[in-house]
């Protein structure tokens, strides 16, 4: 049964379980932002987390295979405000067979997490953040970075970019070709230490630049983030097009990382 609302207006689930029914146990609470508004979607009618895969929600594919593992204690889910009664009455039964905390999130994702992190169960030494935009992580990729995570404190999935890179100026004129030479286009679930992500997201006000992801926080508390490979099936729904993709992924997926 999903808990009562307390007074930061998160729900809780009072006893977290697994899908199987048992408590949960582990080092990692599992963060996974869903209070985008799906502006590069192009769907007025439903945001891109709520569309199907093969008959199953994305966010539901995004969180699954985190509630799979017994190194996981706790999943965060966090919606928009104006999601969030939606949210609780059309996703009840998942919310509560997967034991998932639900959270408002906030204007921009680094306010999304940093709320998130206020309610991480007391038993968590690490916290991962996952889009819920991202349906298919997959259980080698998921091992990787938390095994980095353990060993560096601050780990993230990416490839290595092998498109040729063009700098363009406003008139679409290439001004210079980049060497793709280290670089990597990176993915979620980004791993971190609890208190080190905390401390990297107290740090924001200082910052001047625009942030995209929780590693850039950590990189400017300057710890290092240690890059582990990442999957070409870890496509991040984006756009209408992307569910075509999608689609076609979840055909070739592994069993275990497909269902």
């Known amino acids: 049964m999903l808990g009562r609302r307390s007074q930061d207006n998160a729900l809780a689930v009072d006893l977290p379980r697994t899908p199987e029914g048992g408590p949960r146990m582990g080092p990692f609470a599992v963060i996974f932002p869903a209070a985008g508004q ?45 999601d969030r009664e939606r949210f609780e009455a059309h996703y009840r039964e998942t919310l509560s067979r997967l034991g998932i905390t639900l959270v408002e999130g906030g204007a921009e994702r680094f306010d999304t997490v940093a709320a998130c992190l206020d309610r991480i169960d007391p038993r968590c030494e690490f916290v991962a953040v996952h889009d819920a935009a991202r349906p298919f992580p997959t259980q080698a990729v998921i091992d990787r970075v938390f095994e980095a995570a353990r060993t560096f404190g601050a780990a993230l999935p990416g490839l290595p970019v092998s498109d040729t890179l063009k700098r363009a100026g406003d008139d679409g004129v290439i001004t210079e070709t980049v060497s793709r030479a280290g ?25 001047a630049v625009p942030v995209t992801d929780d590693a850039q926080l950590v990189e400017a508390i ?11 099936f870890n496509l991040k729904i984006t756009t209408r097009e992307d569910l075509h993709l999608a689609e076609a992924i979840v055909r070739v997926l592994p069993r275990e990382d497909a269902h």
Do not use: M, Y
């Open 38 to 82: 799906s502006r590069r979607f192009g769907d007025a009618t439903r945001k891109k987390v709520d569309h199907e895969i093969d008959g199953r929600v994305v966010w539901t594919r995004a969180v699954e295979p985190f509630a799979r593992r017994d190194d996981v204690a706790q999943l965060i889910l966090a919606v928009a405000p104006e």
């Open 183 to 207: 670089l990597f286009a990176v993915q979620t679930p980004q791993a971190f230490r609890l208190d080190l992500l905390r401390r990297a997201h107290a740090n924001r006000p200082n910052l």
């Open 222 to 232: 300057g710890h290092p983030c240690r890059i582990v490979p990442g999957s070409p």
